[in-house]
T-cell receptor, first 116, second 109 residues
Framework: ETGVTQSPTHLIKTRGQQVTLRCSSQSGHNTVSWYQQALGQGPQFIFQYYREEENGRGNFPPRFSGLQFPNYSSELNVNALELDDSALYLC???????????????FGSGTRLTVV | KNEVEQSPQNLTAQEGEFITINCSYSVGISALHWLQQHPGGGIVSLFMLSSGKKKHGRLIATINIQEKHSSLHITASHPRDSAVYICAVRSFAGNQFYFGTGTSLTVIP
């Protein structure tokens, strides 16, 4: 059983550019959520995808968008990068809320994005 | 004010000590999670709670829904327990997640 894999592990982008981060979900999990963690802060919820549709969103602007694919892997896209977007981006997969046996989330190791 | 508050922010303990980390939240929740984050960012989900108490090895997590409070206890602490412990809640409506800023634990041999 594989865990959650995120790619790339590190990335440097220039302000104004666009970035795509990728996440593979754990086997048997069909819900993926994304989080932004700034240095010294707790993670902030960006959004969640279930069955290829966004079903929950935090307080992030529309330039943060996502996709979930039929194999439940996911992408996070950020357009028009700003310096404050520099952070660790974490992905987590889980079974759907309320499903018996959903005992938690499996997190990836994150992608560290630096915007210069 | 944050929806999730943790205390203490930083904690240093001697090996073998009993440790308690507290979490209070202000929103209605469907579940509360305790997470462990090691240097470099990797996060491990320790517990998911909606009521009562759970135990896994030396870790114990409790939740009081009426008081909107949860605690994470570590018995017989060990230097390998050194990490940041994060409390996170999933709101009852809207699939929103809120995180505490974490408790940085250092266990000294």
């Amino acid at each position: 059983e594989t865990g959650v894999t995120q790619s790339p592990t590190h990335l440097i982008k220039t302000r104004g550019q666009q970035v795509t981060l990728r996440c593979s979900s754990q086997s048997g999990h069909n819900t993926v959520s994304w989080y932004q963690q700034a240095l010294g802060q707790g993670p902030q919820f960006i959004f969640q995808y279930y069955r290829e549709e966004e079903n929950g969103r935090g307080n992030f602007p529309p330039r943060f968008s996502g996709l979930q694919f039929p194999n439940y892997s996911s992408e996070l896209n950020v357009n028009a990068l700003e310096l404050d977007d520099s952070a660790l981006y974490l992905c987590a997969s889980s079974a759907p809320p309320g499903i018996r046996g959903n005992y938690g989330y499996t997190f990836g190791s994150g992608t560290r994005l630096t915007v210069v | 004010k944050n929806e999730v508050e943790q205390s203490p922010q930083n904690l240093t303990a001697q090996e073998g000590e009993f440790i308690t980390i507290n979490c209070s939240y202000s929103v209605g929740i469907s579940a509360l999670h305790w997470l462990q984050q090691h240097p470099g960012g990797g996060i491990v989900s320790l517990f998911m709670l909606s009521s009562g108490k759970k135990k896994h090895g030396r870790l114990i997590a409790t939740i009081n829904i009426q008081e909107k409070h949860s605690s994470l206890h570590i018995t017989a602490s060990h230097p390998r327990d050194s990490a940041v412990y994060i409390c996170a809640v999933r709101s009852f409506a809207g699939n929103q997640f809120y995180f505490g800023t974490g408790t940085s634990l250092t266990v000294i041999p």
